[in-house]
């Protein structure tokens, strides 16, 4: 897909778009290599006035079988505790300090650490046959890590009891129906699907997208009582930014608006 120094995965941008591969045959498994790279590909794409929006995506058959288990099997709880520090705090604190969306493209599968790196991001594509699973009950007889607070939070502890404590898979169809994923769409024209948002959000004014990012962000832990004066201050703020003249220009002589802030 391109020249670049990376082991575990695929980087290019093309037409204002990252793309990231996760490509790690067989199940594009997850260790500190791969994790360390996926850091360094956001990075890379975040610094690019080039890209206006990060697409990250698995090769084969699915986005991730989630961590390696063979890497991670001599552990003890140091060890582990380390590792998860750098997959799990580093990866929200990369993920949430972007400048541009992240849209996560999901075919086939995402299972545990996959479902990590997908609701880090923005937004979630999924084939409509492809599911989400969170097996770390049974399959390391320990909870899933920071999917007891993402899976609450969207789908309520009921819901998410179920799925952490069974560690059954969810397809993507009751995932979109649920408000777990953004939506579903037919496996064939997925790619072109994922896309076309990116590319419209491509459009979109970079500095307009940045501030709505990191109001979203901000917003997610605020009390009722902070949110008034963040969300005035934000509007009202943005009104004196040169893409704000333009759109509103732009919206009245029935145009594209050229952006200023690149």
């Given at each position: 897909m391109s020249d670049s120094p990376y082991n575990?995965?695929?980087?290019?941008?093309?037409?204002?778009i990252a793309h990231i591969v996760l490509d790690r045959p067989p199940l594009?498994?997850?260790?500190?290599?791969?994790?360390?790279e996926y850091h360094e590909a956001l990075r890379?794409?975040?610094?690019?006035?080039?890209?206006?929006?990060?697409?990250?995506?698995?090769?084969?058959?699915?986005?991730?079988?989630g961590l390696d288990i063979k890497f991670?099997?001599?552990?003890?709880r140091v060890e582990m505790e380390q590792f998860l520090r750098l997959f799990y705090v580093d990866t929200l604190a990369i993920c949430r300090s972007l400048s541009k969306?992240?849209?996560?493209?999901?075919?086939?599968?995402a299972r545990e650490g996959?479902?990590?790196?997908?609701?880090a991001g923005d937004l979630i594509i999924a084939a409509d046959d492809a599911d989400f699973g969170y097996p770390a009950?049974?399959?390391l007889a320990g909870p899933p890590g920071m999917h007891v607070w993402f899976l609450q939070r969207l789908i309520g502890r009921m819901k998410a009891a179920e799925l952490i404590y069974t560690g059954e898979p969810i397809s993507a169809r009751d995932a979109s129906s649920m408000g777990l994923i953004t939506k579903a769409v037919p496996a064939a024209s997925l790619k072109a699907e994922t896309f076309r948002l990116a590319s419209k959000i491509?459009?979109?004014?970079?500095?307009?997208?940045?501030?709505?990012?990191?109001?979203l962000f901000a917003m997610e832990d605020m009390t009722f009582s902070e949110v008034p004066d963040v969300a005035l201050k934000a509007l009202s703020e943005s009104f004196s930014s040169e893409d704000s003249k333009e759109a509103r220009l732009a919206f009245r002589e029935k145009r594209k608006p050229n952006w200023r802030n690149k």
């Open positions: 575990g995965l695929q980087y290019l941008v093309e037409e204002g594009n498994l997850i260790d500190e290599v791969l994790t360390r890379c794409a975040d610094a690019n006035v080039d890209c206006k929006v990060i697409v990250l995506s698995g090769a084969g058959k699915g986005l991730s079988g991670l099997e001599t552990f003890e969306p992240l849209i996560t493209m999901v075919q086939g599968y996959a479902c990590t790196l997908a609701f009950v049974p399959n491509a459009a979109m004014s970079p500095l307009a997208i940045q501030r709505t990012r990191e109001l």
